[in-house]
């Protein structure tokens, strides 16, 4: 997703989003690698489910601004 910027595609508002909301999901997804469980993993889908959403809009209103 950070790609988008260095190619011309996304500006720094949708890069700095992108680096924010993908270290939040990295961190989460990584703290239950060890002793995760049916939670952990419901958690990390539905987190996976706010991600997404919020990705596409930084890109949306990066690409507007």
């Known amino acids: 997703t950070l790609?988008?910027?260095p190619l011309?595609?996304?500006?720094?508002?949708?890069l700095l989003a992108a680096?924010?909301?993908g270290g939040a999901y990295f961190a989460y997804?990584?703290?239950g690698l060890a002793a995760g469980g049916p939670r952990w993993a419901r958690?990390?889908?539905?987190?996976s489910v706010l991600y997404l959403?919020?990705?596409m809009a930084a890109?949306?209103?990066d690409g507007a601004g």
């Open 3 to 5: 790609l988008l910027t």
């Open 8 to 14: 011309g595609l996304a500006g720094r508002w949708y």
């Open 19 to 21: 680096a924010l909301l």
């Open 29 to 31: 997804g990584a703290s």
């Open 43 to 47: 958690n990390l889908f539905l987190l």
């Open 53 to 55: 959403p919020l990705l």
């Open 59 to 61: 890109l949306v209103i």
